[in-house]
């Protein structure tokens, strides 16, 4: 069930953060609503595959984050961010396992070792010391992991595995924080600098995933 919206400022941190995530998040990327439509076996053990690879390992984006994100109203959020999140990468570890291993690439391919750079860039952004960046890369996370979650739950009932309840931050909650964060310009404009780059690194994740699919095919 979706969070009804809040009526807040059209420039308010939050409106901001849920239009550029249904501009830029998981659902405005092609090989996602690829995987939704077909969602065949092999494509989603590559994701999952690679999602452990990005995000499987503690620290993530938001446990970084939370070193960082020292504004008041911040603390509950980033609490119930990183318990929920620690319970997604558990998820994310049973379904890789119950998946199996990828198929279908050469072993020349270099797609992995630019997966183990973007988790990098993505420690980088999350440990920003511009204030509200780091902010705005962990909400912007937490906001569009729920749309993961539609591709995970199906691989899951695929596998006859059980789908967990998803404690992260609902949308709405997330939202209000953003909105208390970005009360100041600079702090604003940062803001938005982590989350547009939260975003770009998940499409480049998106498109080196898209050209495995490619090769897969080619190769099938």
């Known amino acids: 069930m979706k969070a009804e919206r809040t009526i807040r400022p059209a420039n308010a941190g939050g409106e901001r953060l849920l239009a550029m995530q249904q501009a ?3 659902g405005a990327c092609t090989h996602y609503h690829a995987l939704m439509r077909e969602a065949d076996p092999p494509e989603l053990a590559d994701l999952v595959h690679f999602l452990c690879l990005l995000h499987g390992r503690r620290p993530g984006v938001i446990d ?3 070193t960082r994100l020292t504004h008041p109203a911040a603390r509950s959020w980033i609490v119930q961010a990183a318990d929920g999140f620690a319970m997604e ?3 994310l570890t049973q379904l890789t396992v119950a ?3 990828v198929s279908g690439v050469s072993e020349d391919d270099h797609s992995e070792a630019a997966a183990v750079e973007l988790r990098g860039s993505f420690q980088l952004l999350s440990t920003s010391e ?3 960046c780091a902010a705005g890369a962990a909400l912007a996370f937490a906001l569009d992991w729920w749309a993961l979650r539609d ?3 199906l691989l899951a009932n695929r596998l006859g595995i059980t789908t967990p309840f998803c404690a992260l931050p609902r949308a709405d909650e997330t939202a209000a924080l953003a909105d ?3 009360a100041d310009a600079a702090t604003a404009r940062a803001f938005m600098f982590g989350a547009d780059q939260l975003f770009q690194l998940q499409r480049g994740a998106w498109r080196l995933l898209d050209a495995r699919a490619k090769v897969r095919a080619e190769q099938s």
């Open 180 to 182: 208390r964060i970005c």
């Open 130 to 132: 511009r204030r509200g």
């Open 24 to 26: 830029d998040g998981h």
């Open 99 to 101: 998946a199996g291993p």
């Open 151 to 153: 591709v995970l739950d």
């Open 89 to 91: 990468r558990q998820y």
């Open 64 to 66: 970084h984050a939370a």
